[in-house]
């Protein structure tokens, strides 16, 4: 562009380019995400039952969402949720019943 000459894409082509690249990052995220997810599942499965502390990360008609500090990991609370709010802290002392 700077001899003045035309660039090899249009903007057309450009805008295509882009487009499909944003398509396959969004797709690359969405296996990223599911297989966290799985292999969460498989490392915490013998650790059903035990409290963890945690951070509220989203409420939504689905659920409350959290985020357990130790070990790392995300899901959705199972039992308590009601009247939580987004950056609420839960720690194993206030939850134990």
Do not use: W
Not at 15 to 42: H, Y
Not at 76 to 86: E, K, M, N, S, T
């Amino acid at each position: 562009m700077l001899d003045g000459k035309p660039g090899p894409y249009s903007d057309s082509e450009l805008e295509d380019i882009a487009t499909n690249c944003t398509e396959k990052g969004d797709a690359a995220r969405k296996v990223e995400r599911e297989m966290t997810k799985r292999l969460s599942a498989m490392a915490m499965s013998h650790r059903v039952g035990e409290t963890f502390d945690a951070m509220v990360t989203g409420v939504t008609p689905k659920g409350t969402f959290v985020r357990v500090l130790q070990p790392h990991m995300e899901g959705l609370l199972v039992q308590g949720g009601q009247g939580l709010l987004v950056g609420d802290r839960l720690s194993r002392e206030t939850n134990a019943d």
